[in-house]
């Protein structure tokens, strides 16, 4: 059984910053993709951040320029800087990550972390 658990969000004024971790653990062979999603009420799940195991990374649009996704193969652990958070980054944001368990291959989501950014 592989586990993802997010942590660092919290509330937050507006052009401030947070840091997102997500730690993934259990009987885990390797990680490929890891990435952030986000959903805000009443709107779909969108995808914020991407990386590969060899560092690849992809932002959506809206936040490029403003959050820096990394991570830590070592640790299986995946960071999500935010900087200069706007309203409209309130969200849940989930940890995603394409798992090589020693069972199978599969994507692993974590509970969710809430944002909040205050004007």
């Known amino acids: 059984q592989v586990r993802l658990v997010e942590s660092g969000g919290g509330l937050v004024q507006a052009g401030g910053s947070l840091r997102l971790s997500c730690a993934a653990s259990?009987?885990?062979?390797?990680?490929?993709?890891m990435a952030w999603y986000r959903q805000a009420p009443t709107k779909q799940r969108e995808l914020v951040a991407a990386i590969t195991r060899g560092g690849t990374t992809n932002y959506a649009g809206s936040v490029k320029g403003r959050f820096t996704i990394s991570r830590d193969n070592a640790n299986n652990t995946v960071y999500l800087q935010m900087n200069s958070l706007k309203p409209e980054d309130t969200a849940v944001y989930y940890c995603?990550?394409?798992?090589?368990?020693?069972?199978?291959?599969?994507?692993?989501w974590g509970q969710g972390t809430q944002v909040t950014v205050s004007s």
């Open positions: 259990g009987r885990i062979f390797s990680i490929n993709a």
């Open positions: 995603n990550a394409d798992v090589h368990s020693f069972v199978d291959r599969r994507e692993y």
